[in-house]
């Protein structure tokens, strides 16, 4: 049903290496997922999966040699055309996808969607994170993309690596800008978050979005060209809903056309 679109790597903490594992063995049980996609940074990192976990003709690996951008997965999932993409991040796995709501992708290319994780909490209980929707003002956190291959866009706009703040807003937002509509159905398609370890490989200067002062501590200058669109959790009632009016506005669209062409 769907084509994971993702990668590996071998961090240095052990701890950490264990959540990445977690997520690829997860993902490879998971019904949902028929093909998984991997990019893989370098060759020990082959042989250090080749060990630890039993892929199941299910993985294909991608010796990429460098860490892949979201350019490089569309591209890939554009050559997998008019199938259902997941691009996502190498700490996530899926843990439950409504197959109503890919079969809405299916038929409605001009949709899309961007997902809020789920973590755990001290008492290791899944919770949606909800951090980043506390004001109105809030764009919210996406940590995997659902989308219908293929989409035509400009590669340069998203040639930049995951996992640095903004990176996901980036590609979300220049997706938009080619006329995809997304929704966040995080309470029908959930991901889980393995990240307990907390081992980060960026700094705030690594910000994507805004400017960051070392001086003074804190973030300074939006400098990104283009307003991010907040996409809260969304349920399938009001996916429907849009993609109902979608259509109404294209058939009138096409009603005003023929009238105006006959009356030229």
Known sequence: MINLITSFF????TERQNELLTCLKQNINCKDITKIYLFIEKKDD???LQANINPKQKIQLILWNKQPTYADYLKLANQLQGEICMISNADIWLKKCDEELINLLHGNPKIAYSLTRYD???SNNLKLHTSLWRRETDVGCFDSFILKSPININYALIDHIQNRPGSEHIFKTELEHTGIKFHNPCYNIIIVHEHLSNVR????K???LWDFDASGGRYGL???DKCLVQTPP???KSINNHIKERKKKEESRKIFSTVSSLFS
């Open 10 to 13: 071998v961090p240095k903490e």
């Open 46 to 48: 082959i042989d250090f």
């Open 120 to 122: 755990y909490d001290k």
């Open 201 to 204: 490989t960026y700094t705030m």
């Open 206 to 208: 690594d910000d994507l």
């Open 222 to 224: 939006y400098k990104y």
């Open 234 to 236: 969304s349920h399938v």
